[in-house]
């Protein structure tokens, strides 16, 4: 039976993985992650699971073993947060090209430098493009839930991509929230056994896995990989809908908050998410008419459930956790080619708040908001920064 | 254990293949053949990022016979680990019922340099896995440039003998001594020249309950500048000279084998360091009066060394 806990989101990803009981985890601690790896090494102690856990010498390793354990056949999880991420970053593409579904939890901080622990999104945001799903908790409940979730869209066959399930630092990692527990029979059943594609411990069938690709193979097999992508949207679609049949818990692509008569939408990521509808919430009473989205899941980047989100809206602000510092914050331009899938392109104004831990609060969303519905705010603001 | 007759290792399965890319000459095919001698239950191998890796497995071919990872550079041990780890977790679930042994091919930049912290903390573990060095003295992958493996007064393209520098200035790294000091049951050197010895060494590596390092030289033709019909005589003349000493240790303790017992007996000739330096154009320079100093002070480095192992034998 499934009943509620009490539970930081640390706790609740290792609550997870121990219900899945995988095969495999090998990981290295840092801030603000290492509470998952500490569960799950008492886990391991009391015989609570049956994986090989490995505690390796750093997180390039740690990433390392898990791919080749993956390969091998084995269901691998790890996880891991900002340098640990920066550290892991040389195998981050050779994960994806290789097309090891393995599970990552990132619980998302800051990366140096200024040497920082708190929580942005630099380190998820240094990975998107390396070819791995992408996952973003609003809460405690959803890190949990996604951690659930992410091995059915990773290691399905049309897929075979690993994922990164992300949830901010500190805000989710350490903080305690009510949560609704799964029966773990019920996890079990719905994330059902490995079946891994071409294992590499298949002795009869030898396999190579990791070749090198001279130009007539290299770009082919990055455009498998985008098929792959693009496949994940149905299998998200597919696998939240039966997530929801068993918990009643909906997700999408793409999840929203009063965006159908919006005037204006704030696009928003991670925990922010939850702040941002408080916001909405308090701007409806003032008369405006504001609604909020987050990109459940990043990557694949879901450019047309959102576009049917911005059509017709007056003005769209995308709140960045983090800033490609010389052009705007990652998430910016991908919402402005999504929006013009559309023709009619919103005003487009991109934000840049929380930094390395700064304050993200409803008053200022508020007065962001105010500012874009009035159409005095700037292309880009760094929200908090006197400039 | 594998029968040491070579009519009887004829019978193996091949395991890498012939018509891969390597050069012609090169040692590392027939390091890789011998150790892969070692055993005859299931191998699967991984690869760090070099000269073997490029060379046998361009997609869509491979020159693998058995199941064969390749992941980066620094990471080969952490890759076979990885597989080891997969492999306790399937059999002790029943998902897989033979014995497969694990053994990661890499050369000296790859394991003295770049590999070295992924190395050491796989050995630390204890992963039961065989990682097997193919030490060519110098980054020749990606065109002979100098390693923490190259020897002193070695000309590499990062460290040339010009007008006022006469090739490396420092003494190579005792790698084998530094994974000695990991307490695994398996160190041991070896020499392409001595297939039985090799394939013995490769046994006891296999055979081993842990981790295994074995240390091979990998005579490279274009780096070294010898013509490539004279690998395994380069390869015998660094164990006459006493540059490469053959030897084990076995769960701590050094004995020294082949060539090297028998130098050390006072049964064969140990051969002047000279020998070595006019076998190869990378010494080229050596050969000359200015040089005399670099020669001594070599030549007593390798005694040096030389005389340490034969004490290390007697503890």
Known sequence: MSHDIAINGDNAVALAWKQIDPDVCAAYPITPQTIIVEKFAEYVANGEVSTEFVCVESEHSALTLCTSSCSAGARTFTATASQGLAYMWEMLPITAAMRTPLIMAVANRAVSGPININNDHGDAMSGRDTGWLQLFSENVQEAYDNSIIAPRIAEHHDVQLPCMVNLDGFILTHAIERMTMIDTNDVKAFVGEYKPLYPLLDTKHPVSHGNMDGPDFYYPHKVQSVLAMDKALEVAEEVFAEFAKLTGREYHLVDQYRCEDADYVAVILGSSYGTMKETVDQLRDEGIKVGCCMPHVYRPWPEEALAKILAGKKAVAVFDKHLSIGAYGPMFPEVVTAATLNGDVPKMYNVIYGLGGADATVAGFKKMMEAVASGDAKRITYLGVKI | ?315
Not at chain 2, 86 to 93: F, R
Not at chain 2, 101 to 118: C, E, H, K
């Open chain 2, 1 to 315: 254990m594998t029968s040491l007759s070579l009519k009887e290792l004829n019978k193996l399965p091949v395991r890498l293949a012939s018509g891969h890319r390597l050069c012609a000459g090169c040692a590392e095919s027939i390091i890789a053949k011998q150790i892969l001698m070692g055993t005859s239950d299931e191998v699967a191998v991984s690869l760090s990022t070099g000269c073997m890796e490029v060379s046998t497995t361009v997609f869509p071919y491979t020159s693998w016979n058995v199941p064969y990872i390749h992941t980066a550079f620094g990471n080969g041990a952490a890759t076979c680990a990885g597989l080891e780890t997969a492999y306790n977790a399937l059999k002790k679930k029943g998902k897989i019922d033979e014995e497969i042994r694990f053994v990661n091919f890499a050369g000296d930049g790859a394991t003295y340099d770049i590999g070295l912290q992924a190395l050491s903390g796989a050995m630390e573990r204890g992963h039961r896995m065989m990682y097997v060095c193919m030490n060519n003295e110098a980054y020749m992958n990606t065109g002979i440039q100098r390693s923490s493996a190259t020897t002193l007064g070695a000309s590499t393209t990062t460290s040339w003998a010009g007008s006022v520098q006469m090739g490396k200035k420092e003494y190579s790294k005792d790698m084998t001594s530094i994974m000695v000091a990991h307490n695994i049951p398996y160190v041991a050197q070896v020499s392409p020249h001595n297939w039985r010895d090799t394939v013995t060494k490769a046994s006891k590596g296999f055979e081993a309950n842990g981790p295994a390092f074995i240390n091979a030289i990998s005579p490279c033709p274009r780096g070294w500048r010898f013509p490539s019909d004279r690998t395994i005589e380069i390869a015998k003349l660094a164990v006459e000279t006493c540059v490469w000493p053959l030897f084990e240790v076995v769960d701590g303790k050094y004995a020294l084998t082949a060539e090297s017992a028998r130098i050390a007996a006072g049964k064969a000739e140990k051969k002047p360091i000279t020998d070595w330096f006019a076998a190869q154009g990378r010494f080229k320079h050596l050969m000359t009066e200015r040089a005399e100093p670099i020669v001594e002070a070599y030549q007593a480095e390798v005694d040096r060394r030389w005389e340490r192992l034969i004490k290390l034998t007697e503890l």
